[in-house]
């Protein structure tokens, strides 16, 4: 299985700060990588597809790059809503694996 | 308005059965792979499976192979999860989600509100 690292698995920023998500794969995933968004309490909500594509809806302030191995998330101007923990998700090779998430926290 | 209601979820105990479904409505249902992810209370997600949208071909991660099943009614516009011989470890909020794709890579665009699963005596 490919293994994802996700780091940091938390971290504290704030309001209108840039803060930038890590998740390093055991092996190339060839930029099959999503990145999820999910509120406590709530269900997943994608934010990026294919590595660095915006999903419908989501705001310009979220962006993703990367290739091979190494992908992060940015998060531009870190609004209050933004609170929520991250995770990332390569869907290049079966099974399909997670990172083990970033929480992050207002400081 | 693309929708997931998962439902069929509770307490049940080790070693029972269950089966999940998953409503859709908002989408041509037949036209999409759907899987399914669960989520131990507080932990990370964990990819479950898949299946395309004749039910002809099914992915499942390894280590649930044998528990789970995954199938699908296009004229009910429904996913479902049958669950066999459940233990404390698949305790968790199970969610069903619409996979949207291109090329070779698909990914899940859209999420249920997920059914927590409390497998206990």
């Known amino acids: 299985d490919i293994q994802m690292t996700q780091s940091p698995a938390s971290l504290s920023a704030s309001l209108g700060e840039t803060v930038t998500i890590e998740c390093r794969a055991s092996e190339d995933i060839y930029n099959g990588l999503a990145w999820y968004q999910q509120k406590p309490g709530k269900s997943p909500q994608l934010l990026i597809y294919n590595a660095n594509s915006l999903h419908t809806g989501v705001p310009s302030r979220f962006s993703g790059s990367g290739s091979g191995t190494q992908y992060s998330l940015k998060i531009n101007s870190l609004q209050s809503e933004d609170v929520a923990s991250y995770f990332c998700q390569q869907y290049y090779d079966y099974p399909y694996t997670f990172g083990a998430g970033t929480k992050l926290e207002l400081k | 308005e693309v929708k997931l209601v998962e439902s069929g979820g509770g307490l049940v105990q080790p070693g029972r059965s269950l089966k999940l479904s998953c409503a859709a409505s908002g989408f041509s249902f037949n036209d999409y792979w759907m899987g399914w992810v669960r989520q131990a209370p507080g932990k990370g997600l964990e990819w479950i499976g898949e299946?395309?949208?004749?039910?002809?071909?099914?992915n499942y991660t390894p280590s649930l192979k044998d528990k789970f099943t995954i199938s699908r009614d296009n004229a009910q516009n429904t996913l479902y999860l049958q669950m066999s011989k459940l233990g404390s470890e698949d305790t968790a909020i199970y969610y069903c989600a619409r996979e949207d794709s291109s090329y070779i890579y698909s990914w899940f665009a859209y999420w249920g509100q997920g059914t927590l699963v409390t497998v206990s005596s």
């Open positions: 299946i395309n949208q004749d039910s002809s071909t099914i």
